[in-house]
């Protein structure tokens, strides 16, 4: 039995450790370089944020997040479905959260996103009147818009509207509303939330046949003579692959249509996979070789990671002038949905911090590109 001197030295020592521990994980990312000063006369330096970031439930990750970081987007609580979840039931605990979190260190948010056909609502599900369905909408935005207006810096007021070959995609609200509901989707913000930037946002439209039908989409806006201030692509790329070409030529067109230009999701898989984008109903079946770092990234990818980064950092910098925030889906590899998408349980290395928050080599090629 111990005796209760000995269980108070032990708890003291106990509590002296975890402070060194503490400090020591402090004082380490206190010593690495920071991404938003690095980049800071550039562009926004951004990340996703989860439930337990937005919490601030580790002190030394908000510590890291508030070094490296000043923007953010939300991950999935703004999403219709955790913000609206009953008709008449908003959540925004969260949410509010998140904006007193970007206030404390000084991070502008993205909110994101206000009309998109996945993650809504359950109910959403058993209604087939046309008139409900545009009663949400309106609701929706109003309400939701309304409410962070003058608190956040920015929408993605419409998520993914286009198919691949940049037609329209048969969503609900396509289906219901008809063609003009993106425009209507701005329009509604644009009345709602007079101070807050307001986005289209999606994956693949820096390739040409989807970029040319978001393209139209937004000359559409446009001429209705509803405000649009920028276009997120959201970059969900593959190593090795990064279409560079098509990258830059979106730059420059999205630009010459005067809105700001946003990198919204960046990552690059390391992982085998049989297509590209991020559509998220997309699965493929695992087998023996779907996995295959699980003891670590070899050399060779880990190079070619970073070389990606690199180039892309230096074509972002090229085009400073257009792009204006670049996003991580992710503060680290371990955050990353891409551990489980397009298959469950993966390892994957797409981001610039590993698991424990270290940087990759990826990092310092970024960082370099930055002097
Ligand atoms: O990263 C998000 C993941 O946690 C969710 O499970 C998923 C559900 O749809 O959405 C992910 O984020 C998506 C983003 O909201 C829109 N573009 C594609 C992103 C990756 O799927």
């Known amino acids: 039995m111990l005796s209760n001197k000995s269980i108070t030295s032990l708890s003291t020592a106990l509590l002296l450790l975890i402070n060194v521990a503490t400090e020591q994980g402090g004082a380490l990312a206190q010593s690495i370089p920071s991404l938003r000063d690095a980049f800071k006369n550039d562009f926004g330096i951004g990340t996703a944020l989860n439930n337990a970031q937005i919490e601030e439930r580790d002190p030394q990750t908000t510590e890291f997040i508030a070094r490296q970081f000043n923007m953010a987007t939300p991950e999935n609580i703004m999403k219709s479905a955790l913000i609206h979840p009953k008709w008449d039931t908003y959540n925004f605990e969260l949410a509010d959260k998140l ?28 209604i087939k009147s046309q008139d409900s369905i545009r009663t ?167 190079q070619q990671l970073a070389a990606d980064y690199e180039a892309l950092f230096k074509l972002f910098l090229k085009h400073k002038d257009k792009v204006t925030r670049v996003t991580f889906w992710g503060v680290n590899d371990g955050q990353s949905w891409l551990n489980n998408w397009p298959v469950r349980g993966r390892t994957n290395y797409p981001l610039l911090f590993d698991r424990n928050n270290q940087p990759k080599p990826a990092f310092y090629k970024v960082l370099a590109a930055s002097k």
């Open 99 to 126: 904006v007193e979190f970007g206030k404390k260190h000084k991070i502008k948010i993205n909110g994101h996103t206000l009309i998109w056909h996945s993650q809504l609502p359950m109910f959403i599900r058993g």
């Open 136 to 302: 949400f909408f309106t609701d929706h935005i109003k309400t939701v818009a309304g409410r962070y207006d003058g608190k956040i810096l920015s929408w993605d007021v419409v998520n993914e509207a286009l198919n691949e070959d940049g037609t329209m995609r048969k969503t609900v609200f396509l289906q219901q509303l008809g063609d003009d509901y993106v425009t209507e989707a701005f329009r509604l913000a644009q009345q709602a939330a007079p101070k807050t930037e307001l986005y289209y946002n999606d994956y693949n439209n820096e390739q040409p046949a989807k970029r040319a039908g978001c393209i139209a989409l937004i000359k559409k806006i446009q001429a209705a003579g509803v405000r649009i201030d920028g276009v997120g692509i959201q970059g969900h790329w593959h190593v090795g692959n990064v279409p560079f070409k098509d990258i830059e030529e979106s730059i420059v067109q999205y630009g010459a249509l005067g809105l700001k230009v946003m990198f919204t999701e960046l990552d690059i898989e390391v992982l085998p996979r049989n297509f590209q984008g991020a559509e998220v109903s997309q699965r493929m079946t695992a087998n023996a070789e779907s996995n295959p770092y699980t003891n670590g990234l070899p050399d060779t990818v880990q």
